[in-house]
């Protein structure tokens, strides 16, 4: 069983940057593809950026095209912890942000993903 929590979030101005993390459980986490979603109200949860373990072949990483160039994900499997750097972020990258993890290859659709985190609220202001 795997177990997520993030941190990081909070209010940005336009342009400014925040990181997000994800401490995660479980002795097996560099096996896992990792993944970070965001949903607004009423809408479908939308995948930000993934990240394969180290166990899969293909694709190492996957962004949204809204955040390519200005979001990069990392983890560091001997810490357990996944990273969202989100640079130039604005306003419509205010979101709840959730990580995410999968034993597999990375997916981008949230259904595929068996454990979640409880979310993080990031706004970003004019």
């Known amino acids: 069983q795997v177990q997520l929590v993030e941190s990081g979030g909070g209010l940005v101005q336009v342009g400014g940057s925040l990181r997000l993390s994800c401490a995660a459980s479980?002795?097996?986490?560099?096996?896992?593809?990792m993944g970070w979603f965001r949903q607004a109200p009423g809408k479908a949860r939308e995948l930000v950026a993934a990240?394969?373990?180290?166990?899969?072949?293909?694709?190492?990483?996957d962004y949204a095209d809204s955040v390519k160039g200005r979001f990069t994900i990392s983890r560091d499997n001997a810490k357990n912890m996944l990273y969202l750097q989100m640079n130039s972020l604005r306003p419509e990258d205010t979101d709840v942000y959730y990580c995410?993890?999968?034993?597999?290859?990375?997916?981008?659709?949230?259904?595929?993903?068996?454990?979640w985190g409880q979310g993080t609220q990031i706004t970003v202001s004019t």
């Open positions: 995410a993890a999968r034993y597999g290859s990375i997916k981008i659709q949230g259904q595929s993903y068996d454990h």
């Open positions: 479980g002795r097996t986490f560099s096996s896992y593809a």
């Open positions: 990240r394969a373990g180290i166990s899969w072949s293909g694709s190492r990483t």
